[in-house]
């Protein structure tokens, strides 16, 4: 069964400190995975998707098979960074997204 | 473009009462979905569908729900009877065949409160 998992449901980090957003899947076959961005009273958004290999907004996250991870992380958080942050696995048909539960990561200074 | 426009943005609704969550796509795009966003469950798919056909409702929870795509321009998710724990933020996005997983776009939600 296709299935992400957030450990986390709150994240909360001083400014400046490192950010580590555990996601976990569960896939036959090769994964696309995604991670999306909901700022307050935004709507959800791309951040990054792992094909990409890319960093947005001081963000990378590494694709792991061997431990089907593909966590998200920042050297040094920022204020605006607070948000709550979704892991997102493509269907085996590559049609739709399935969603993790979510982490809310509040960074305070 | 305006993007995905969902309405209303806001309903508060009688338990028993009949729902109806509206969704206008990004023009152009032949992929519509709906997600239901709480803090228990996170964001699940409700339903999708690919030039106004459902192709997966797997995740529809109940008979009280159903969704239908008259065009390709509009989309409804109703709710009959509502009932409390339907109360959440309901979410459409778009996207092209081309684009896909990757070209997802959200609306801003509606947020349902059953009372």
């Known amino acids: 069964a296709q299935r992400v998992t957030q450990p986390e449901k709150l994240l909360s980090v001083f400014k400046g400190a490192p950010v580590e957003l555990k996601c976990n899947y569960s896939?036959?076959?090769?994964?696309?995975l995604f991670w999306y961005v909901q700022y307050s009273r935004q709507r959800l958004q791309l951040l990054l998707r792992?094909?990409s290999r890319e960093s947005i907004k001081g963000f990378t996250a590494d694709l792991n098979k061997g431990e089907t991870s593909f966590h998200l992380k920042k050297p040094f958080a920022q204020e605006e960074d607070s948000a709550m942050y979704y892991c997102?696995?493509?269907?085996?048909?590559?049609?739709?997204?399935?969603f993790g539960k979510g982490t809310t990561l509040s960074v305070s200074s | 473009d305006a993007g995905v426009i969902q309405s209303p943005r806001h309903e508060v609704t009688e338990m028993g009462q009949e729902v109806t969550l509206r969704c206008k796509p990004i023009?152009?795009?032949?992929?519509l979905f709906w997600y239901r966003q709480t803090m228990m469950r996170g964001l699940e798919l409700l339903i999708y569908?690919?030039?106004?056909?459902?192709?997966?409702d797997s995740g529809m929870p109940e008979d009280r729900f159903s969704a239908k795509m008259p065009n390709a321009s509009f989309s409804t998710l109703k709710i009959q009877p509502s009932e409390p724990r339907d109360s959440a933020v309901y979410f459409c996005?778009?996207?092209?065949?081309?684009?896909?997983?990757?070209?997802?776009?959200f609306g801003s939600g509606t947020r349902l409160t059953v009372v």
């Open positions: 996005a778009s996207s092209s065949s081309g684009a896909r997983i990757y070209g997802y776009t």
């Open positions: 896939y036959s076959g090769s994964p696309e």
């Open positions: 792992h094909i």
């Open positions: 997102a696995l493509a269907n085996q048909a590559g049609t739709a997204l399935i």
């Open positions: 023009s152009g795009h032949d992929y």
């Open positions: 569908f690919n030039n106004n056909v459902p192709i997966d």
